[in-house]
């Protein structure tokens, strides 16, 4: 599967961008899909995952609260929904999976093995 990240752009602090990946195999049959970014000079952390059977989530302490995360099976897509941005937020955003993680809590805490092309967030002051 081939996943592609988009929805990214420039925002002022407050703000809200929702984040869009779109796969070329069918995503959700996977046990976990989830969102992970990078900022430069920082290594790359999770900010939510979606186990795909159950519908559970987590998110770290960071983002909890104000990041959400989403699937919809008809149009083989998950979501990230990002209200109350902040500078720190700013990142490369990427959607991933892995077969071998069972559960949104494995998968965040894991290096998932399948990796979309991301998508930029830039959190003005």
């Known amino acids: ?7 990214g752009g420039l ?18 049959n996977r046990p976990a ?10 290594e790359r952390e999770a900010v939510a995952c979606l186990s795909t059977n159950n519908d559970i989530t987590y998110y770290p302490d960071f983002v909890k609260g104000r990041f959400t995360i989403a699937s919809d099976k008809a149009k083989n897509a998950v979501y990230l929904q990002m209200n109350n941005l902040r500078p720190e937020d700013t990142a490369v955003y990427y959607c991933a999976t892995d077969l071998g993680q069972s559960s ?4 965040c805490h894991s290096r998932p093995d399948t990796w979309g092309q991301g998508t930029q967030v830039t959190v003005s002051y």
């Open 33 to 42: 899909v989830g969102w992970f970014r990078q900022a430069p000079g920082k």
């Open 1 to 7: 599967v081939q996943l592609q990240a988009s929805g």
């Open 104 to 107: 949104s809590y494995a998968l």
């Open 11 to 28: 925002v002022q602090t407050g703000g809200s961008l929702r984040l869009s990946c779109a796969a070329s195999g069918f995503i959700l």
